[in-house]
């Protein structure tokens, strides 16, 4: 009887000493996924399977996954906001602003209170608005330095070792949706700086610590479809903050897709089309909205 | 490289990014472009009115581009990096293709300034004229391609040409006062005094058409720069060459490009934009700071100053009168 105990006791101490260290190496490796030495984006997370019926979030993440599969110049990154489902709360303002970490006078996404109609018959709307990715855009005109470029995959982008600051993008945008850089702080009178504010933002997947005398300071920003999140395969963060669910992101290109089907039953519209921009960000219930 | 920037100073912000020293840029280029325009005109219709002066002309300028380029580096968020508008060229923009034409803007001045050798014939002229032409041209695009934006008409190009033949007539009548001769006892002048009249004339016509045509004819502000250049317009007719009537016209030039590019800013994209957020830097509401004030002046005074010193320095064309 004691030797089939200590048979036991010894299998169960193995299997705890196996159990253990099995756990660790996967703990370990979980750990180098999420966390670059270098701080640039983690490989891909693993996205949530996706079934009939189930949230439109996971519907979002399984086709974004689905895009990042093909290859850069075969994703067309757009998005469609249903201003029906809009109720003007200002989260994905607030979303963005800390993921990005946004100091004073940045500002990427804002959502405008919009009238339609005519008296007596008179309606709000709530419409954010945010840089368009437009498929022939101002701003890239601008540039004197190709600090802004359209990239393959639709986003407009900036690279900020470049940008000399003349802002000249700023003007040339029709949606005032960029923004630039002076410098300030939130914190700046008081006692101390926050970490909030000094901690690194991942834009374009790179570590970039708010810092006096470096960029982004003094450079032109604005809305990138939260690349550091999309590739890693996490939606936008005003996309996932939304509590109306009123925005959609994704591939354009991926007729399957949740996007695609969306603009191809509901037809919307995007802002000042007149000016032949070809925005990317598409408006479910524009019509009559006066902006 | 830690980057440079004087932004911090100034009272500029995301929706009024561009302010004082942006109009004093468009300011100073316009009276460099212009001087060198007339310059170069009045060679080719071989009239008298610049020739004895043409030396100080052309130094006004080239200091007047050097004030310029100084502003608008000033402006800049990475002062550091400004090497690259001459290194990076993005063929739609109009910007780069002014770091590219600036340069050898400064070098076709410096060589007619320094080199007796090469005259003004009429190759030359005509070459000068054009070459201005473009320079005030391409500026204007800078702001007539944006869509949306109340510079984007078709008059802008044309509004460019005027201002700045309007702010070189006040410049070059005031460097003639002070540096040149008399214009009473010089010939040519009462001609130039003629001409300058008749393109001022001009001038305020298309700066009221632009008035009307971007929607400023309500506001004031709009209004206030063509009327101090109508009032130095008609002191010029009175008393051509006269100090004060240059000192107002170069004001109220001064104070049309000022309005003109600071007032179409206050145009939000959409209603209700200012009010879907609200910060300090992200307001349409600008004053420049006291700084902004302080470092357009100096580089004003400096081009005065400048103008002077290289006046003296420089070896003057014969036929030059000292003052």
Redesign the interface.
């Given at each position: 009887m004691s030797n089939e105990s200590t048979r036991k006791t010894i299998s169960r101490k193995d299997f705890l000493r196996t159990g253990i260290a099995a756990g660790a190496l996967a703990g370990l490796a979980s750990v180098a996924q999420g966390a670059d030495a270098t701080g640039k984006s983690s490989p891909i997370q693993p996205a949530v399977p996706w079934k009939e019926g189930d949230d439109i979030l996971i519907r979002m993440q399984s086709d974004l996954h689905k895009a990042l599969a093909k290859p850069r110049n075969q994703r067309k990154w757009g998005m469609v906001i249903d201003l029906r489902k809009c109720v003007g709360c200002h989260a994905c303002?607030i979303a963005c602003k800390a993921e990005n970490v946004l100091p004073?006078?940045?500002?990427y996404r804002?959502?405008?209170?919009?009238g339609s109609g005519t008296y007596p018959d008179l309606k709000q709307k709530s419409?954010p608005?945010l840089c368009n990715h437009c498929e022939k855009p101002?701003c890239v005109?601008?540039?004197?330095?190709?600090a802004t470029h359209k990239r393959e995959d639709g986003i407009v982008a900036m690279n900020y070792k470049?940008?000399?600051?003349?802002?000249?993008c700023?003007?040339?945008?029709?949606?005032?949706a960029?923004?630039?850089?002076?410098?300030?702080f939130y914190t700046a009178s008081t006692p101390a700086l926050q970490a909030y504010e000094t901690r690194p933002s991942f834009e374009y997947r790179e570590p970039r610590p708010r810092k006096k005398?470096?960029?982004p300071?003094?450079?032109?920003r604005k809305c990138h479809f939260c690349t550091q999140r999309i590739e890693s395969g996490q939606l936008p963060a005003c996309v996932t903050t939304c509590i109306g669910k009123a925005t959609i992101f994704g591939d354009r290109s991926d007729e399957s897709g949740y996007l695609a089907n969306l603009i191809r039953e509901t037809n919307p519209r995007g802002?000042?089309e007149e000016?032949?921009?070809e925005p990317h960000v598409l408006y479910i219930g524009l019509e009559g909205v006066?902006? | 490289m830690?980057?440079i920037?004087f932004?911090?100073l100034t009272n500029?912000?995301?929706?009024m990014?561009?302010g004082l020293w942006i109009s004093v840029y468009v300011w100073l280029i316009g009276i460099s472009t212009g001087s060198f325009l007339l310059v170069c005109l009045s060679s080719l219709l071989k009239s008298d009115s610049l020739k004895s002066g043409r030396q100080q002309f052309l130094l006004l300028a080239l200091c007047a581009l050097g004030g310029a380029l100084l502003c608008v580096n000033l402006?800049?968020?990475?002062i550091e990096?400004?090497f690259?508008?001459f290194t990076?060229l993005?063929p739609?923009?109009?910007?780069?293709w002014?770091?590219k034409l600036y340069p050898l803007y400064a070098l076709m001045l410096l060589i007619l300034i320094f080199r007796r050798d090469v005259p003004l014939s009429r190759p030359v002229a005509i070459a000068g004229i054009i070459f201005a032409l473009v320079l005030i041209v391409v500026e204007s695009l800078?702001?007539a391609?944006?869509?949306?934006?109340a510079w984007h008409s078709p008059i802008a190009p044309v509004h460019f040409i005027t201002i700045s033949i309007a702010s070189a007539v006040f410049a070059i009548s005031l460097v003639f006062r002070w540096m040149v001769s008399d214009p009473e006892k010089t010939a040519g002048a009462e001609s130039f005094a003629r001409g300058a009249t008749l393109l001022l004339a001009l001038f305020i016509v298309v700066e009221i058409t632009e008035i009307i045509l971007s929607g400023g004819a309500g506001h004031l502000t709009h209004w206030a720069g063509v009327l101090v250049t109508l009032l130095a317009m008609l002191m010029y007719l009175r008393t051509p060459f006269s100090t004060l009537a240059s000192i107002t016209g170069l004001v109220g030039t001064g104070l049309a490009k000022y309005f003109s590019i600071v007032s179409a800013?206050y145009h939000?994209?959409?209603?209700?934009?200012s009010?879907?957020?609200t910060?300090?830097?992200?307001l349409f509401a600008y004053a420049p700071s006291g700084f902004e004030l302080f470092a357009a002046l100096a580089i004003i005074a400096g081009c005065v100053v400048g103008l002077f010193i290289l006046n003296k320095v420089v070896p003057s064309l014969p036929g030059r009168t000292n003052k």
């Open positions: 303002t004073p006078g940045v500002v804002r959502v405008i209170n919009a419409v608005v101002s005109k601008a540039c004197p330095v190709n470049t940008c000399i600051g003349c802002r000249a700023l003007t040339a945008c029709p949606y005032g960029r923004s630039s850089d002076f410098g300030e005398g470096r960029s300071i003094g450079n032109a802002l000042k000016y032949g921009l006066k902006l | 830690p980057s920037s932004l911090p500029l912000g995301s929706a990014p561009w402006d800049l968020g990475h990096r400004s690259e508008l990076a993005n739609v923009s109009p910007m780069s002014m770091g800078l702001f391609m944006p869509p949306g934006k800013q939000q994209p959409f209603v209700g934009f009010g879907a957020y910060e300090p830097k992200v």
